[in-house]
């Protein structure tokens, strides 16, 4: 349960992270034409991380529970 939990934990902490990440994406455009492509393209890989990490964190989740359920 208790890894179950943490897992909830950071699930539930992923839907502020995608707004701080989109806050950074959207200032993106206010920069130069010259360097949007490349901080766009590293705020993409921050959007690929919170993703792979929060399925890895619903997974911890769900199969803790099913497990301790």
Same mark, same amino acid.
């Given at each position: 349960?208790?890894?179950?939990?943490?897992?909830?934990?950071?699930? /539930?902490?992923?839907?502020?992270?995608?707004?701080? +990440?989109? /806050?950074?994406?959207? @200032? #993106? +455009?206010?920069? %130069?034409?010259?360097?949007? #492509? @490349?901080?766009?393209?590293? #705020?993409?890989?921050?959007?690929?991380?919170l993703g792979i990490g929060t399925w890895f964190a619903g997974w911890l989740m769900i199969s803790c529970?099913?497990? %301790?359920?």
């Open positions: 349960m208790i890894f179950g939990t943490i897992g909830a934990l950071l699930v /539930g902490g992923a839907t502020p992270m995608f707004i701080y +990440f989109w /806050g950074e994406f959207t @200032d #993106v +455009f206010q920069l %130069s034409t010259e360097t949007i #492509v @490349d901080l766009a393209f590293e #705020v993409l890989k921050k959007f690929i991380y529970w099913l497990i %301790s359920g």
